[in-house]
C-alpha cells in the first residue's frame, strides 16, 4: 500500500521554528516532484513549496519565501519542509504531496498552530 506520513506539526510561538517530515511507505520518490500544501480553517488548499521531479526546480509561496525551505532526505524516502520565523498566518494542516505525471498522493496531514 503506498502511502505518505507526515509528523513534526505542533504549537509553537510566533518566530519559532518547526521541522515537518513526509515518509513514504510502498513506493520511493523517485521521479517524484514532491511538495507541501496547507489549508487554513475556512479556506481552501494551498501550495506551498515543491520540488521537481528531476530536483533542477524548487519554488515557494510567496507568503513562506525566506522563512520556509523544502528539502529531499538522503534516501528516496522522505521529504521534510524546515518552517522558521512562524507567524500566526501559517496556523493549518498541512500534506505531503508526492506527484508522477497525473498520479497525486497525499499524507493526512499534521497540524501547525502558531500562537502566544
Known amino acids: 500500500q503506498l502511502q505518505l506520513v507526515e509528523s513534526g506539526g505542533g504549537l509553537v510561538q510566533p518566530g519559532g521554528s518547526l521541522r515537518l517530515s513526509c515518509v513514504t511507505s510502498g513506493f520511493t520518490l523517485d521521479d517524484y516532484a514532491i511538495g507541501w500544501f496547507r489549508q487554513a480553517p475556512g479556506k481552501e488548499r494551498e501550495g506551498v513549496s515543491c520540488i521537481s521531479s528531476s530536483g533542477a526546480s524548487t519554488n515557494y509561496a510567496d507568503s513562506v519565501k525566506g522563512r520556509f525551505t523544502i528539502s529531499r532526505g538522503n534516501a528516496q524516502t522522505t521529504f521534510y519542509l524546515q518552517m522558521n520565523n512562524l507567524k500566526a498566518e501559517d496556523t493549518a494542516v498541512y500534506y505531503c504531496?508526492?506527484?508522477?505525471?497525473?498520479?497525486?498522493?497525499w499524507g493526512q496531514g499534521t497540524q501547525v498552530t502558531v500562537s502566544s
Open positions: 504531496n508526492a506527484r508522477k505525471l497525473t498520479v497525486d498522493y
